[in-house]
């Protein structure tokens, strides 16, 4: 750190722990009186207090940012690894979205279960899940009872998507549940 051989690492390390403030909403080092104590635990490879309140709802995010903040330079992310990373991917790049049929709907009736619609727009992938061009898998999350994970695997099992997506599925449906419910909350709030 104090020692002046910057490269891509200490870009890495310094996303790492912007992401975790953003994550937590908290300075990483906050519990540190003096900077010789942050540096202290920066090169102990000592992580944040704040790493260990990392919503347990993001644990791509923990993991990203893990793999960002240690160490050893040498097993940190590069900026390249990052980048292809799936969860910097832009749906429109992945070729497939969840939507949420209603949401305004949804919303206004503070529904528990919404609908949603898994689409695929890309033609390899469309052919890959027997979609047609126009159509899409449409399905229901109770978001006080269910997890991404278990609808994923339903979807598997009654043969409806290959299971090689499970990962990617899984995360786009737990993005847009976490939205909803986030805009239902503060929908109560107002």
């Known amino acids: 750190m104090y020692e002046e051989m910057y490269d891509e690492s200490v870009d890495?390390?310094?996303?790492?722990?912007?992401?975790?403030?953003m994550v937590t909403g908290e300075y990483p080092y906050s519990e540190c009186q003096f900077p010789a104590q942050i540096y202290?635990?920066?090169?102990?490879?000592?992580?944040?207090?704040c790493f260990n309140r990392i919503p347990s709802q993001y644990p791509e995010i923990r993991e990203i940012i893990d793999r960002c903040t240690r160490l050893r330079r040498e097993e940190r992310s590069t900026v390249k690894q990052l980048l292809v990373d799936d969860f910097?991917?832009?749906?429109?790049?992945?070729g497939i979205r969840v939507e949420i049929k209603n949401r305004d709907v949804d919303l206004a009736e503070l529904n528990s279960e919404i609908q949603m619609q898994l689409r695929v727009f890309d033609e390899k992938k469309r052919k890959q899940y027997r979609f047609k061009e126009n159509e899409g898998l449409q399905f229901a999350f109770d978001i006080e009872n269910d997890t991404a994970e278990e609808v994923v695997q339903q979807m598997i099992e009654q043969q409806h998507i290959p299971d090689e997506d499970t990962k990617l599925i899984t995360k786009l449906i737990?993005?847009?549940?976490?939205?909803?419910?986030?805009?239902?909350?503060?929908?109560?709030?107002a």
């Open 88 to 94: 910097f991917t832009p749906e429109e790049l992945i």
């Open 40 to 49: 202290r635990k920066v090169t102990t490879g000592t992580k944040p207090e």
């Open 174 to 189: 737990k993005d847009k549940v976490d939205g909803i419910q986030e805009e239902i909350e503060n929908s109560k709030q």
């Open 12 to 21: 890495v390390y310094a996303f790492g722990m912007c992401l975790l403030e």
